[in-house]
């Protein structure tokens, strides 16, 4: 069986780590943020530079995690090495069930949905749209890490360059500079202040989730000891000025208050500047944004389920690396079918989207893993340290456990976000026998 050929440079793991994180949530988030805030615009700015810091932690310990141990797999091979299997296995079996597949699913109905507003569609063609959309993206994995990363590079650059573009001119002709000056502090005060900056937190960090992915590909990655510092750090400074500038852009467009109004604030900001037509350039924008995203998940996420097989703990099928795109196929298809199973699976799909939180359980026992993983290889040498070390990666955790369990409070507050929570305790239930089923057919065999 060939293996998984390294292929994947500093410049694409660079526009893989901003591909991975720029969906839709950029065009949308900001005025969300600026509703929990009551219009601060000076709390809405702080928020995303708390929450880009807080990403930047992560990705540096995580950058040390890749370098040191560069397989296929990423954070699955490190929940493995540092806590065992079970955890592992558990991880992968939420990746496969909702978090890769409930992301790509979205990212494609996100697609056929701002499709719609381009040409007029029915539910069935949307539906079939949004399969369409994921088949393509299969298709390309399946083809070649090369030729998916080739296109990744390109969808990438494309839609950053129309959002720099977009802020630019919104920057220019934007009316509403003036406003913001007073709009700088707060109507709130004291523990209502911290909470809502807690829960804008959150979302900010909602934003600024996918980084992760770019782990999973390690083993495919040329010198990965340089390349994943490096792209990790330009890519989360890339990324948290981006988000800052389409803010401040979307602020000089509608103001502190149009702004806080607006749920769909790209669209909203670009309306108001160019006219009504010009909302057609958000939408596209939008579109090539979530094709991106997906295709990202899709040439990531099928590595840990490869990893597993190689392990004994998943389908053994899955391990298998194409003999002539040498890329591992089978676990490619087997994402895109069931990420299009959900896609068509209508409000089933909205239940498993409300459980990809438990991914945040996963990347902070991801980054917890660096210090028993340190310790067990002390006498080894490290080819990148995380600065900061151990405060980095504990703040991260902390970013990480505070998600979760805003997730869980808030469940308990929300009957449909209960009906989440009962969701995620089944997946970890069920999660627990089929590894068991697989560790007994591992040794059986």
Same mark, same amino acid.
């Given at each position: 069986?060939?293996?998984?050929?390294?292929?994947?440079?500093?410049?694409?793991?660079?526009?893989?780590?901003?591909?991975?994180?720029?969906?839709?949530? @950029?065009?949308?988030?900001?005025?969300?943020?600026?509703?929990?805030?009551?219009?601060?615009?000076?709390?809405?700015?702080?928020?995303?530079?708390?929450?880009?810091?807080?990403?930047? %932690?992560?990705?540096?310990?995580?950058?040390?995690?890749?370098?040191?141990?560069?397989?296929?797999?990423?954070?699955?091979?490190?929940?493995?090495?540092?806590?065992?299997?079970?955890?592992?296995?558990?991880?992968?079996?939420?990746?496969?069930?909702? @978090?890769?597949?409930?992301?790509?699913?979205?990212?494609?109905?996100?697609?056929? $949905?701002?499709?719609?507003?381009?040409?007029?569609?029915?539910?069935?063609?949307?539906?079939?749209?949004?399969?369409?959309?994921?088949?393509?993206?299969?298709?390309?994995?399946?083809?070649?890490?090369?030729?998916?990363?080739?296109?990744?590079?390109?969808?990438?650059?494309?839609?950053?360059?129309?959002?720099?573009?977009?802020?630019?001119? %919104?920057?220019?002709?934007?009316?509403?500079?003036?406003?913001?000056?007073?709009?700088?502090?707060?109507?709130?005060?004291?523990?209502?202040?911290?909470?809502?900056?807690?829960?804008?937190? =959150?979302?900010?960090?909602?934003?600024?989730?996918?980084?992760?992915?770019?782990?999973?590909?390690?083993?495919?990655?040329?010198?990965?000891?340089?390349?994943?510092?490096?792209?990790?750090?330009?890519?989360?400074?890339?990324?948290?000025?981006?988000?800052?500038?389409?803010? *401040?852009?979307?602020?000089?467009?509608?103001?502190?208050?149009?702004?806080?109004?607006?749920?769909? =604030?790209?669209?909203?900001?670009?309306?108001?500047?160019?006219?009504?037509?010009?909302?057609?350039?958000?939408?596209?924008? *939008?579109?090539?944004?979530?094709?991106?995203?997906?295709?990202?998940?899709?040439?990531?996420?099928?590595?840990?389920?490869?990893?597993?097989?190689?392990?004994?703990?998943?389908?053994?099928?899955?391990?298998?690396?194409?003999?002539?795109?040498?890329?591992?196929?089978?676990?490619?298809?087997?994402?895109?079918?069931?990420?299009?199973?959900?896609?068509?699976?209508?409000?089933?799909? $909205?239940?498993?989207?409300?459980? =990809?939180? =438990?991914?945040?359980?996963?990347?902070?026992?991801?980054?917890?893993?660096?210090?028993?993983?340190?310790?067990?290889?002390?006498?080894?040498? @490290?080819?990148?340290?995380?600065?900061?070390?151990?405060?980095?990666? *504990?703040?991260?955790?902390?970013?990480?456990?505070?998600?979760?369990?805003?997730?869980?409070?808030?469940?308990?507050?929300?009957?449909?976000?209960?009906?989440? %929570?009962?969701?995620?305790?089944?997946?970890?239930?069920?999660?627990?026998?089929?590894?068991?089923?697989?560790?007994?057919?591992?040794?059986?065999?």
């Amino acid at each position: 069986m060939p293996p998984l050929l390294r292929t994947l440079r500093l410049r694409d793991l660079y526009l893989l780590f901003v591909g991975c994180v720029i969906g839709s949530g @950029i065009f949308l988030t900001p005025g969300l943020i600026l509703q929990q805030l009551d219009g601060s615009v000076g709390f809405s700015l702080l928020v995303w530079v708390v929450g880009g810091i807080l990403s930047l %932690l992560g990705a540096l310990t995580y950058a040390e995690l890749a370098a040191t141990n560069p397989e296929a797999g990423g954070i699955y091979c490190y929940i493995r090495d540092a806590f065992g299997r079970l955890p592992a296995f558990l991880y992968g079996w939420c990746l496969f069930l909702v @978090i890769a597949s409930g992301s790509v699913a979205a990212l494609a109905r996100a697609f056929t $949905e701002h499709l719609g507003e381009i040409t007029p569609l029915s539910d069935l063609s949307k539906t079939v749209y949004s399969v369409l959309m994921i088949a393509v993206v299969t298709a390309v994995n399946v083809w070649g890490t090369r030729k998916s990363s080739n296109l990744q590079n390109w969808t990438t650059l494309i839609k950053v360059g129309i959002i720099v573009i977009l802020s630019a001119i %919104l920057l220019s002709l934007g009316s509403h500079a003036s406003d913001l000056p007073a709009a700088m502090g707060s109507t709130q005060h004291g523990f209502g202040l911290l909470s809502n900056f807690g829960l804008a937190m =959150i979302s900010v960090l909602w934003a600024y989730e996918g980084w992760q992915f770019g782990t999973y590909s390690a083993g495919e990655v040329v010198n990965p000891q340089k390349a994943f510092p490096r792209a990790f750090l330009l890519g989360s400074l890339t990324l948290c000025g981006l988000h800052i500038v389409a803010v *401040i852009a979307y602020l000089f467009a509608l103001g502190p208050a149009g702004a806080t109004a607006s749920n769909t =604030i790209a669209a909203t900001a670009v309306s108001v500047v160019l006219g009504r037509k010009a909302q057609i350039i958000v939408a596209l924008t *939008i579109l090539i944004s979530t094709f991106s995203a997906a295709n990202s998940v899709m040439l990531t996420s099928p590595r840990v389920f490869y990893a597993m097989a190689n392990d004994n703990l998943f389908f053994k099928k899955l391990a298998d690396v194409h003999p002539r795109f040498q890329t591992p196929a089978a676990a490619i298809v087997t994402l895109g079918v069931w990420s299009a199973v959900l896609a068509c699976a209508g409000k089933f799909a $909205e239940l498993i989207g409300g459980v =990809i939180f =438990i991914g945040w359980i996963f990347y902070g026992l991801g980054a917890a893993a660096i210090f028993p993983l340190r310790r067990a290889g002390k006498d080894l040498p @490290i080819p990148y340290r995380v600065p900061g070390y151990p405060w980095t990666p *504990i703040l991260f955790c902390l970013a990480a456990a505070a998600i979760v369990i805003n997730a869980i409070v808030a469940a308990f507050h929300d009957p449909a976000k209960f009906i989440h %929570l009962k969701i995620a305790i089944i997946l970890f239930a069920l999660g627990i026998p089929a590894y068991f089923f697989w560790r007994k057919r591992a040794v059986a065999s």
